[in-house]
């Protein structure tokens, strides 16, 4: 389930502040030396994140991304006494970083997506614990199907619906097969491209 932050009670949010873990100074303290946000800003997303987090017994946060996200996973699992992580991928890491060194040392562990950006944000942060786990397919896992087997004849796309994951561009060329030889496609996911239609 995707919950907003906007539907957290303000009373919810404050609760995590008023009855913080015994490592909720590290997060505060992250609060104020990050540059990226605003730190009222931060500390009150940071406070519903933890509110939610509490509420469904999380004991570890992740963030997707090493910009904002990642700061508010930091700040609100501290609040709550939880562990906390995040992954980069590529233009939060070498386009336009944010407090990448402060992230890492404030996180429990990064996730580099490859060796050489594991070796970068080592680099970067010494001492930091980062881990790779490889962007892509694993061949061993997945692998085209037996050609012997029929083809279901659908597709499947999971992730945000966003411009730049092409889901429009996916539906115009589908749109384009003669109607027998179109494959189905389920969208999983939501964004500001949810409502498209063509």
Request: aromatic share 6%.
């Amino acid at each position: 389930d995707t919950i907003h932050l906007d539907q957290v009670p303000f009373k919810h949010a404050a609760d995590s502040l008023a009855f913080p873990a015994q490592n909720a100074a590290a997060g505060v303290r992250f609060a104020l030396t990050q540059t990226g946000l605003p730190m009222e800003t931060l500390l009150c997303n940071a406070a519903r994140i933890a509110s939610l987090a509490r509420s469904q017994g999380c004991t570890h946060l992740h963030a997707h991304f090493a910009w904002d996200t990642a700061a508010h996973a930091i700040v609100a699992a501290r609040l709550i006494g939880a562990s906390v992580s995040f992954v980069g991928h590529g233009h939060d890491i070498y386009g336009t970083p944010i407090d990448l060194p402060l992230k890492l040392r404030a996180s429990d562990f990064a996730v580099a997506i490859c060796d050489d950006m594991a070796r970068d944000l080592e680099a970067q942060a010494p001492g930091a614990r980062v881990k790779v786990v490889p962007f892509g397919v694993d061949p061993n896992r997945f692998h085209p199907c037996d050609p012997d087997v029929p083809c279901n004849g659908r597709l499947l796309f999971i992730g945000r619906l966003v411009e730049s994951k092409g889901v429009t561009d996916l539906l115009m060329a589908l749109a384009q097969l003669p109607v027998g030889r179109r494959p189905e496609l389920d969208i999983i996911g939501d964004g500001d491209r949810e409502s498209t239609r063509l």
